[in-house]
């Protein structure tokens, strides 16, 4: 059973910094693309940022400069640095990533979700 556990949301003020954190374990094969969406309430999930297995990185307009995705293979984590919070990044973030499981077919995998929360 292939689990993405995440941690490190919470409660911050507007220009604070939080880390968060995503761990995949399980009966892994190979794990390719990582990634973290968000979904602020009455919205759709956005992507915020995506990594590959190389370290190369893709990032929405509105996180550029201000957050950093990076991972260690070793480990099946990915992080998701984010600095100069702002309120309107106040969401619940979502980890994903692409994995092909022993006994079972390649697909994205979702973790249960982290508040974060950033006052003005």
């Known amino acids: 059973q292939v689990q993405l556990v995440e941690s490190g949301g919470g409660l911050v003020q507007a220009g604070g910094s939080l880390r968060l954190s995503c761990a995949a374990s399980?009966?892994?094969?190979?794990?390719?693309?990582m990634g973290w969406y968000r979904q602020a309430p009455g919205k759709q999930r956005e992507l915020v940022a995506t990594?590959?297995?190389?370290?190369?990185?893709k990032y929405a307009d509105s996180v550029k400069g201000r957050f950093t995705i990076s991972r260690d293979n070793v480990e099946n984590t990915v992080y998701l640095q984010m600095n100069s919070l702002k309120p309107e990044d106040t969401a619940v973030y979502y980890c994903?990533?692409?994995?092909?499981?022993?006994?079972?077919?390649?697909?994205?995998?979702w973790g249960q979700g982290t508040q974060v929360t950033v006052s003005s």
């Open positions: 994903n990533a692409d994995i092909l499981p022993l006994y079972n077919m390649r697909k994205g995998y």
């Open positions: 990594i590959t297995t190389g370290g190369s990185t």
């Open positions: 399980g009966s892994i094969l190979s794990l390719d693309d």
